[in-house]
């Protein structure tokens, strides 16, 4: 049973590039939400896809956009990186409905120098 | 503003001893409270618990929420090295319709042989 699978592990790009980032759900998840964890600190929500659309955003700039794909899997992008954006992305998937809680992938560690 | 809050942040114990992680929270829409358990990368779930004063119990840990005071407690029991990590609460809730987890900043436990 595949959990959530999310690549690459780790990423090194330099201030103003753009990275795509992936994420494939857990089986039988239609529900993809992407969270950004700076070192020491709990996940920061940054948005959740549900049927290809945009459901819900946290309180992170338009850099940070998103896709979900027909087959739900899901990218995260973001444009004009920061050093402040370094951290460990970490994409959760679920049932819509929530019922029986969120599934995590080990993350990408985006280090931006 | 929606808010989770962990205490303590950081907490060295030996084995055999008995832990207790709190959690507070204010979060609009209350949906579920979670806790995690977070080794190296990927958060592994733990509890579930959206009923007020029910015990859930998985071996040595146990969890209980209290909906009235707005906070939830973790215990383990019988602590071993292999319990060392970061805890992280979590609340399912937020504005918007959707679910989404809002995360206090994690207890990090140290059990020392």
């Known amino acids: 049973d595949a959990g959530v699978t999310q690549s690459p592990t780790h990423l090194i790009k330099t201030r103003g590039q753009q990275v795509t980032l992936r994420c494939s759900p857990k089986s039988g998840h239609d529900t993809v939400s992407w969270y950004q964890q700076a070192l020491g600190q709990g996940p920061q929500f940054i948005f959740q896809y549900y049927e290809e659309e945009e459901r819900q955003r946290g309180n992170f700039p338009d850099r940070f956009s998103g896709h979900q794909f027909p087959n739900y899997s899901s990218e995260l992008n973001v444009n004009a990186l920061l050093l402040g954006d370094s951290a460990l992305y970490l994409c959760a998937s679920s049932f819509h409905r929530a019922l029986y809680g969120y599934t995590f992938g080990s993350g990408t560690r985006l280090t931006v120098v | 503003e929606d808010k989770v809050v962990q205490s303590p942040l950081s907490l060295v114990v030996h084995e055999g001893d008995t832990v207790t992680l709190n959690c507070s929270y204010e979060v609009t829409n209350f949906r579920s409270l979670l806790w995690y358990k977070q080794e190296k990368k990927a958060p592994t779930f733990l509890f579930m618990l959206?009923?007020?004063?029910i015990e859930k119990k998985s071996g040595r840990l146990s969890s209980i929420l209290d909906k009235k005071e707005l906070f939830s407690i973790l215990n383990i029991t019988a602590t071993q090295t292999g319990d060392s990590a970061v805890y992280l609460c979590a609340v399912e809730g937020g504005s918007g319709n959707t679910g989404k987890l809002i995360f206090g900043q994690g207890t990090t436990l140290q059990v020392k042989p």
């Open positions: 959206t009923s007020s004063g």
